[in-house]
């Protein structure tokens, strides 16, 4: 059986081993495509991928797991180690990553008694049910064991989070308790402050950064005790988010300088080698002056393209890296093409608010309630209720609402308010008939991934809507995650500038990557063949969304667009190159 220790650097088998490692994120990668990215991987020189492991994946609902298709880790694992690789993997609940609510499941804040990341017992209950699940699917993959799992991270950056020790604690015993045998790494900003809140007993404290690596590693020195200094997370690029006015970059000459001396120094994984994408409602958000949504793309301007390119990066990242280990020669396995396919109008269009019935079962209740109460977690929902006492709408106020709400009355667009603009008191002119609905309808626009605004992340209405000063109650609620869109009824009307969903067909010989483009289109959410490839949003950066191959069907494909702001040109584009800013 093989062995691998952390002494003053890391042993496989009694001999020093240098970690030199990449990030590929499984679930932001179509499993076709798995073999793919880690051949290319492996051909830049590296020995070793690592991943997160998102909670909310792979337990979607409360007691029901998932772990097959783009979740089977398992599987991702294995693969990995029939290309001769070693793996890092980190199940800490929470990842960051700039994913949905950190990789936390929405439904833990369905009730008022779950406080995050410490050693609450509502909190630490929850996830020992999680990990009697996955511990057992994750011991037979490490290296004592058989596999090929090197090593196992207790949590994520919590030294920038809080300094519950017996919430560290209990998360490492959870791990060893569950079978986990390899060595423990935590990883934390290379701060003394951030690294003592960060580490327990028993784990490696690991640093993530992006330049300045003797400094950081000169920090982290006091900390690691006589053991290896490694960087968990070099960040070679940044994320995108909506507005943001361009495309991130990282500078190349300078973490090429880093990489070599994080080389000449000690051990380093790569952020992100690929970043993926952010199919579905699976975006994170960042929120310091204001809420900032990550776009669908998470490009990261990475080693290899979120559709799986070689960059300049990846060249001169191999010279770097070939100084420090042979690179062996790899063929790759997978023929990926890209292609266009041009343009694709309209077939069918039924509007929202006439298709609710087909999609989704009212609840209905004196007073608003959010998704989380409602056992939703994604997508958008709609408040109901007809105007009774009103003749005229002059003041309307959402509390604790988040995160975009499109407010009708009848037909009419009254207000589309955001962020910040849901804490006000907004005055209308509009004239009431009585019985005459009201609407809103909310969007998830992805929860914070980081900090202490995670416990504010309801999404929808979880306070009440007042209307004239004065609490308005009776409300009918749909839930629309939007997960049942075949159920869709096109002839039950249509109206100019509502939401509403557009069915295209498209016809494929030969299946290729391609990229969608939406001109002429506001902002929604794009299906293909039943899979949510991601939101779109007019404001950019990003202009088209990216559809692996593998997505799409050789002869027809059905394509349903989801538009919020009722801008539609009726027709949208196929093209073989991205666009993300």
């Not at 016809?507 to 939406?518: I, N, Q």
């Not at 949510?532 to 559809?547: H, T, V």
């Not at 349903?560 to 073989?576: A, L, P």
């Amino acid at each position: 059986m093989s062995t691998f220790e952390m002494k003053d650097t890391f042993y496989l088998n009694g001999k020093p081993f240098q970690i030199i490692s990449g990030s590929i994120h499984y679930f932001r990668i179509v499993p076709e495509y798995w073999r793919d990215r880690l051949e290319k991987l492996k051909g830049l020189g590296m020995n070793t991928v690592e991943t997160y492991i998102p909670w909310n994946m792979h337990e979607p609902e409360k007691g029901r797991f998932v772990f097959d298709g783009m979740c089977d880790v398992a599987e991702f694992v294995r693969l990995a180690g029939e290309l001769g690789l070693y793996v890092i993997l980190r199940p800490s609940p929470y990842i960051c990553a700039e994913w949905e609510f950190g990789g936390l499941p929405g439904w833990l804040l369905a009730g008022d008694e779950v406080r995050l990341r410490v050693s609450d017992s509502a909190f630490m209950d929850h996830v020992r049910d999680y990990y009697k699940v996955l511990l057992p699917l994750l011991r037979p993959l490490q290296i004592t064991e058989g596999g090929n799992v090197i090593l196992m991270q207790v949590e994520n950056e919590y030294g920038y989070f809080g300094n519950d020790r017996k919430y560290m604690e209990q998360m490492r015993d959870l791990l060893r308790t569950g079978g986990i045998t390899v060595p423990l790494i935590t990883s934390d900003g290379p701060t003394d402050e951030s690294m003592e809140g960060g580490k327990v007993e028993g784990a490696l404290p690991t640093g993530n950064f992006g330049s300045h690596t003797r400094e950081r590693f000169g920090i982290m020195k006091k900390h690691v005790e006589g053991g290896p200094l490694m960087c968990a997370e070099f960040w070679v690029g940044w994320f995108d988010h909506w507005g943001n006015g361009g495309h991130m970059k990282g500078n190349l000459e300078q973490s090429a300088a880093d990489l070599a001396e994080m080389l000449d120094t000690g051990h380093v994984n790569v952020y992100m080698f690929i970043g993926g994408t952010n199919f579905g409602f699976m975006n994170g958000s960042n929120y310091y002056d204001e809420l900032t949504p990550d776009v669908t793309s998470y490009d990261y301007d990475a080693v290899l393209t979120e559709a799986g390119d070689f960059t300049e990066k990846y060249e001169v990242y191999k010279k770097i890296i070939g100084k420090h280990t042979t690179v062996p020669p790899v063929k790759l396995s997978t023929d990926i093409v890209k292609k266009a396919y041009g343009n694709v109008t309209v077939r069918e269009k039924v509007g929202l608010f006439q298709a609710l019935g087909d999609i989704s079962m009212p609840v209905c209740n004196s007073y608003t309630q959010s998704m989380e109460r409602l056992g939703q977690s994604y997508g958008y929902i709609l408040y109901e209720s007809e105007i009774a006492n009103e003749r005229r709408l002059e003041k309307i106020r959402l509390h604790r609402a988040n995160d975009r709400a499109n407010v009708f009355l009848g037909e009419k667009r009254l207000l589309n308010l955001y962020d910040r603009e849901l804490l006000q008191e907004w005055e209308l002119e509009a004239d009431a008939e009585p019985g005459e609905c009201l609407r809103i309808l909310v969007e998830n626009m992805g929860r914070v991934n980081f900090g202490p605004r995670m416990e504010e992340q309801r999404k929808g209405i979880d306070g009440c809507v007042q209307i004239n000063g004065h609490m308005h109650h009776g409300w009918r609620q749909y839930c629309l995650p939007l997960d049942n869109l075949d159920r869709l009824d096109y002839t039950r009307g249509y109206e100019e500038g509502l939401p509403a969903f557009y069915r295209f067909e498209l016809w494929v010989e030969e299946k290729g990557d391609t990229f969608l483009e939406l001109p002429g289109w506001g902002k929604g959410c794009v299906f293909v063949n039943g899979f949510n490839i991601g939101r779109y949003w007019e404001i950019g950066p990003q202009k088209r969304l990216y559809i692996p191959a593998p997505l799409l069907r050789q002869g027809q494909n059905e394509i349903i667009v989801f538009e919020t702001e009722g801008k539609s040109s009726g027709r949208i584009s196929f093209c073989d190159e991205p666009d993300i800013g």
